[in-house]
């Protein structure tokens, strides 16, 4: 499903149709971070998926990540011919820090958004940091830019 953004009184934007609040509980970071973020979806939209990082057993980290976190994607992109990863950083929804093993919610916020546009609900995304995979996610849905007045 594709929401679009919708504002608030306040300035806030959250989607329109969704089942979650503009700034979900529980997250650790500060609120005007977490408003930076919500100004930065308005205009640009974010990708929400379900995220699992791997284990250092299964080739992936050792340490936790936590929101602003950055990583390489591979979401089926190639370039003349080559395999090729697109930077995203993302934003954990429903937890602080998500440490190998575990999964959560998070927003992806593709810094190149042209190449991510056949990336829709159900498709399997994975995270690299160089060559090494270290995190896959499901993309849940996706929620366009707030359009111009």
Do not use: C
């Not at 149709?17 to 408003?35: C, D, E, F, N, T």
């Not at 791997?54 to 990583?71: F, V």
């Not at 959560?104 to 498709?123: C, D, K, S, T």
Request: aromatic content about 10%; cysteine-free; overall charge negative.
């Amino acid at each position: 499903m594709v929401h679009r953004l919708g504002a608030l009184s306040d300035g806030w934007a959250r989607p329109t149709g969704a089942k979650y609040p503009a700034i979900p509980s529980g997250l650790g970071y500060r609120h005007v971070v977490a408003r930076d973020w919500l100004d930065y979806e308005a205009e640009h939209g974010f990708i929400r998926v379900r995220l699992r990082l791997l284990t250092a057993e299964e080739g992936g980290r050792s340490r936790p990540i936590y929101s602003d976190y950055r990583a390489s994607w591979d979401i089926g992109n190639t370039y003349e011919g080559e395999w090729t990863v697109n930077d995203a950083p993302l934003v954990l929804e429903d937890v602080d820090k998500l440490d190998p093993g575990d999964e959560a919610l998070a927003r992806i916020h593709p810094i190149a958004p042209q190449f991510w546009n056949h990336v829709e609900p159900g498709l399997r995304i994975y995270a690299h940091e160089g060559p090494r995979r270290v995190g896959e996610a499901t993309v849940i849905d996706r929620t366009e830019r707030l359009a111009p007045p």
